[in-house]
């Protein structure tokens, strides 16, 4: 199997301006996360998905923020308009069940810089 | 909702010689979960822990849970330069909820 698959891994990109970042999780994953990275405040939870469906995305930050999840094989997190303060290493990761063997997949992450 | 603190925030070590990590829950655990990360990289997991008591190892690395399930360590005997990296340990409180993660501890490796 490819693995989780994350575009772009890298995006530089000028405040206000929109972001997309995308995802393709293993097959037959049923659960799909979407994770952000910081030095400050490490790595957070910001949304997960069961079978396509947002289950909870309280760790979303803002209304900037959105997440799609149109089919079992791709998901994207979107940032309309994004802010300097959004800059972060993106990771998505996908697993069987919320922790099931314990096992999340995650991909290579997708690094952000708004300037 | 859960917090997960672990210590030390980094770590240098001399290759060969053991270290140990803590992660500590301000709840109690329904199972406990450690990564590692490699720089630039995404996760990669190394075991899940889940009965009091329990320890389980692989390779060079031990991780245990401690009985009242709120604390577990990672033991790493004889350190080398392919155990640098960031080590995360994550935990959920529930059967069904999704894992949050502590803010890792940053581990070098020198010759």
């Known amino acids: 199997d490819a693995g989780v698959i994350q575009s772009p891994r890298h995006e530089v990109t000028e405040m206000g301006q929109e972001v997309t970042l995308r995802c393709k999780p293993i097959?037959?994953?049923?659960?799909l996360f979407w994770y952000r990275q910081t030095m400050m405040r490490g790595l957070e939870l910001l949304i997960y998905?069961?079978?396509?469906?947002?289950?909870?995305d309280s760790g979303m930050p803002e209304d900037r923020f959105s997440a799609k999840m149109p089919n079992a094989s791709f998901s994207t997190l979107k940032i309309q308009p994004s802010e300097p303060r959004d800059s972060a290493v993106y990771f998505c990761?996908?697993?069987?069940?919320?922790?099931?063997?314990?096992?999340?997949?995650f991909g290579e992450g997708s690094r952000l810089t708004v300037l | 909702s859960q917090e997960l603190e672990q210590s030390p925030q980094s770590l240098i070590v001399q290759e060969g010689k053991n270290l140990t990590i803590n992660c500590t829950s301000s709840?109690?655990?329904?199972?406990l979960y450690w990564y590692k990360q490699k720089y630039g990289e995404g996760l990669i997991f190394l075991m899940m822990?889940?009965?009091?008591?329990e320890e389980k190892s692989h390779e060079k690395i031990t991780a245990k849970l401690d009985e009242k399930k709120q604390q577990s360590s990672l033991h790493i005997t004889a350190s080398q330069p392919s155990h640098a990296g960031i080590y995360l340990c994550?935990?959920?409180?529930?059967?069904?909820?999704?894992?949050?993660f502590g803010k890792g501890t940053r581990l070098s490796v020198i010759a």
């Open positions: 097959s037959g994953h049923d659960y």
């Open positions: 998905f069961n079978n396509n469906v947002p289950i909870d």
């Open positions: 990761a996908s697993s069987r069940s919320p922790h099931s063997t314990g096992e999340l997949f």
């Open positions: 822990l889940q009965k009091g008591g």
């Open positions: 709840k109690t655990l329904y199972g």
């Open positions: 994550g935990a959920v409180n529930s059967g069904n909820t999704p894992l949050v």
